[in-house]
């Protein structure tokens, strides 16, 4: 059994649609970041990083229970417990990391900055050249993407943790962006035919808040700033 703790985002989905395709038995708890769920101990205990998603593999190497965060980290986790969903061969393998790495390092993160200066800022640091910046590189990012994919179904060989990776906010670029980006929407539809994609779409849904993009920002205002990007975000903890 896999304890799932995540709330209804692309970086839960990406572990959620993983477990899916990978008929591993899991049980998700809601981890609602609006309220400061992140913060509490019990959870800072499973991710010092107050930061969902995070599992713990109640059957891990050994037998032993097994805490992970970090997304991709648990992608790989998850493929390496099972022999699935990751290649073998050494090129290949390499390639997955670095679509990983790209994920990781550039796709989360741009698209959070972007979420964060064209939504989430206060009003007064809403700066219009901010959420441009951010918008061009998730524009640019879909461009790498739509080049790599054009005549192929995959970003590697075969399906892998690579596509369930870059699959969520990609879904979230195309709709922020401006630019048409056929090979990017063509595989998007590709997988979003496939079960175990649209049932780890579908994770925490219904926890979804008014308050988020998501939900139509209704009601998002300072005590929600405050737990995000202000004083209980940043409190020094022991
Ligand atoms: N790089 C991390 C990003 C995780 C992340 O940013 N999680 C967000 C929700 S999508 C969160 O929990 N934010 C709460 C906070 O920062 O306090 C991953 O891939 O797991």
Request: hydrophobic share 40%; charged share 20%.
């Amino acid at each position: 059994m896999i304890e799932l703790y995540t709330g209804p985002t692309p970086n839960g989905q990406k572990v959620a649609i993983a477990l899916e395709e990978l008929g591993l038995e899991y049980r998700g708890h809601s981890i609602d970041i609006l309220k400061g769920d992140q913060l509490t101990p019990e959870f800072l205990a499973i991710n010092p990083n107050n930061k969902h998603p995070a599992i713990i593999d109640l059957d891990g190497p050994g037998g032993e229970p097994m805490t992970l965060w970090e997304s991709c980290a648990i992608l790989v986790y998850l493929a390496e417990k099972t022999g699935q969903l990751l290649p073998n061969d050494t090129v290949q393998r390499a390639q997955m990391m670095q679509w990983l790495f790209f994920q990781a390092s550039a796709q989360g993160p741009m698209s959070g900055q972007y979420a964060h200066f064209a939504f989430y800022a206060a009003p007064e640091h809403q700066y219009p050249y901010a959420a441009e910046r951010y918008l061009n590189e998730i524009n640019r990012q879909l461009g790498v993407m739509d080049r790599h994919l054009q005549n192929k179904d995959y970003f590697l060989a075969e399906y892998s943790i690579a596509d369930i990776a870059l699959l969520p906010y990609a879904m979230t670029s195309l709709r922020a962006s401006r630019v048409e980006r056929p090979n990017v929407q063509a595989w998007v539809t590709r997988l979003s035919e496939r079960t175990a994609v649209t049932r780890g779409l579908a994770i925490m849904l219904d926890q979804t808040r008014d308050e988020t993009i998501a939900g139509g920002m209704k009601g998002y205002g300072e005590a929600h700033r405050d737990v995000l990007f202000g004083d209980k975000q940043f409190a020094e903890r022991g």
